[in-house]
């Protein structure tokens, strides 16, 4: 019985660690944010993965507005996925620059390729001192990743934390609804598809 107590305490104790780690590594993300500091707030972050998180979300939204009349085809899904992908990455890429990415975080703008602003949840609202309410937002997605809510619902966005390496990093921001349908309406429609 003794040897099962000092395993569940280890065990306790390891899980605190565990997302007490994640939950610091936020703080940090988050005074980052708040100070506008885009040097600190690239060095928290996973760029590769959150450039394939927003090119992911962009995409799925263009192929929803592509194919909203009708059944988008196996072969034009496919074809519309690549297009949509390299448009989409390029975008991206525009958008995670130290400036920009600071603008999303702090401020909750993306600037939509020069021709509006998209908003989302400010990072720098999240009060990471309320350890209860941090845990709340928490949702572990994969072992070694956590998805944080922005706002107090699933559509107000969220970020994404990866640990790798030595600590934890800033590997997606799950955008509104709203957000994402601006992101998608900036790419280009192929307008040689057949109806």
Known sequence: MRWFLGALFALLVAIGIYVGSAVISLNG?????????????LARTDLPRLRRS???????AYLRRIGQD???????RMIANTYGSSIADALVGKMLTAEKLTDMLKDGALTVDGSGTANMQRLGEVDTSKIFEIM????????????????????????????????????????????????AQSLPENKGRKS
């Open 54 to 60: 927003l090119v992911d979300q962009i995409v799925s």
């Open 29 to 41: 993300l988050v005074q980052a944010a708040r100070a506008g500091n885009g040097a600190e707030i």
């Open 70 to 76: 009708r059944p988008v085809r196996p072969l034009e």
């Open 136 to 183: 709340g937002r928490l949702s572990l997605v994969k072992p070694v990743e956590f998805l944080i809510r922005l706002g107090d619902s699933e559509s107000s966005g969220g970020v994404s934390l990866h640990f790798e390496g030595n600590g934890w990093k800033l590997s997606g921001v799950q955008l509104p609804a709203t957000a994402v349908q601006a992101l």
